[in-house]
């Protein structure tokens, strides 16, 4: 949604920007990742500081785009590596959240966020594969932008179960809708 939305509404504000940054963007992509894992080992002992962190990754993971298009760097690995580097991501940071909350003693919590990372998992599983039919996927209400606006809120606001809750039942909602969007288009 968000994505669709606003998907390259940067590239031209940032454009001077990133016509002057000499690193690849694939530099950016790893830079993002490296600070995504640290939010992942900072969450259970400071949670703020961790969705601190997050947002800092999340900086590096818009602007990898942005920096390849703007420069005309674009690659199918880089596409790759983007790609593959966000599920790690995302698999840490809900990880890290369900050890925090198992810390805490909420059981409940730190399964709905094991739930919550499988169907993150599954929303860009769903995706590739219907993709890679031929059929576009890019439909659903959760995809990474909102569920990282959504974590970052949580990590400000200590409210983590429930956003958990809303994004447990949107992830896995939006691995419906894609279902769907194959199975609508099937031949």
């Known amino acids: 949604m968000i994505s669709a939305r606003f998907g390259h509404f940067l590239d031209e504000p940032l454009a001077p920007l990133a016509k002057r940054f000499p690193l690849s963007p694939n530099v950016l992509t790893v830079a993002g990742f490296v600070i995504t894992v640290a939010a992942a080992f900072v969450i259970p002992i400071n949670l703020r ?34 790609s593959l580097l ?7 940071i809900f990880l890290s959240i369900a050890w925090h909350l198992a ?9 709905l966020s094991i739930g919550t990372m499988v169907g993150a998992l599954l929303v860009s599983y769903a995706r590739a594969r219907g ?3 031929g059929i576009p996927s890019q439909v659903g209400l959760m995809e990474r932008p909102e569920r990282m606006v959504l974590l970052i809120f949580a990590a400000f606001t200590g409210w983590l179960v429930p956003v958990l809750w809303l994004m447990f039942v949107l992830t896995h909602v939006t691995v419906v809708q894609r ?7 099937r031949k």
Request: hydrophobic share 45%.
């Open 49 to 82: 500081l961790g969705g601190i962190l997050i947002v800092f990754g999340g900086l590096c993971d818009m602007s990898d785009g942005v920096l390849a298009r703007v420069n005309g760097r674009t690659s199918n690995f880089g596409a790759f590596l983007d």
């Open 86 to 92: 966000d599920r790690y991501s995302d698999a840490l």
């Open 131 to 133: 993709e890679g039919l």
């Open 179 to 185: 279902a769907y969007a194959v199975w609508k288009a």
């Open 103 to 111: 810390d805490a003693r909420d059981h409940t919590g730190a399964l």
